[in-house]
């Protein structure tokens, strides 16, 4: 099985910065669309970013210029770099990655969740 572990959230003030990490681990083949979500109090859950095996990503209108999401494949890892931040942003946010394990099962794995929360 595939084990997501999520780090690099906290309690920022507005304006400033915040990157976010999430590792896999397990006996991957290969790991297609890697991604990340967050979820607000009362809020529905929202894609934030997203970024394919070959590198193209994809953006919510309300990070898009703020927010890079990036991976490392010979680490399993993407992250999240979040920068001018809002008390907007404030939320849990979560990986999720879409893989496929050596005995060839695909998998849609998530990270157990990391708090960010912007306010002054």
């Known amino acids: 099985q595939v084990h997501l572990v999520e780090s690099g959230g906290g309690l920022v003030q507005p304006g400033g910065s915040l990157r976010l990490s999430c590792a896999a681990s397990?006996?991957?083949?290969?790991?297609?669309?890697m991604c990340w979500y967050r979820q607000a109090p009362g809020k529905e859950r929202e894609l934030v970013a997203s970024?394919?095996?070959?590198?193209?990503?994809n953006y919510a209108g309300s990070v898009k210029g703020r927010f890079t999401i990036s991976r490392d494949n010979a680490k399993n890892a993407v992250y999240l770099q979040m920068n001018s931040l809002k008390p907007e942003d404030t939320a849990v946010y979560y990986c999720?990655?879409?893989?496929?394990?050596?005995?060839?099962?695909?998998?849609?794995?998530w990270g157990q969740g990391t708090q960010v929360t912007v306010s002054s």
């Open positions: 970024i394919t095996l070959g590198g193209n990503t």
């Open positions: 397990g006996n991957i083949f290969n790991i297609n669309t």
């Open positions: 999720n990655v879409r893989v496929t394990m050596f005995n060839m099962r695909e998998y849609d794995s």
